[in-house]
């Protein structure tokens, strides 16, 4: 009786945490880490703002979400316009 106890536990232990998960997934943005490093490691780094974001990678996060033109980024020039276009097709 007691393996079934144990059981049956780990089992209401491990569903409330995959429902406490999948609730908050709801809340959380997608995960583009990949797309938004790749961006990320085109843009010049020099975290400078001219573009409306605070740096670089909130910067490419904006772009990967389609929030932000491929174009902000005054610093990067006209050849990061065309490397960023050619990643993202």
Known sequence: MDVVAAALAVALI????????????????PDDSGLT??????????????CGYP????????????EAALN????????TVAALAVLLD
């Open 72 to 79: 902000q980024c005054p610093p990067g020039g006209e050849d």
């Open 55 to 66: 740096g670089c990678r909130p910067y490419a996060a904006a772009i990967a979400s389609g």
């Open 37 to 50: 490093a790749r961006i990320d490691a085109l843009l010049p780094q020099t975290q400078c703002a001219q």
């Open 14 to 29: 491990g569903g409330l945490a995959g429902a406490g998960l999948g609730y908050l997934r709801r809340w959380l943005p």
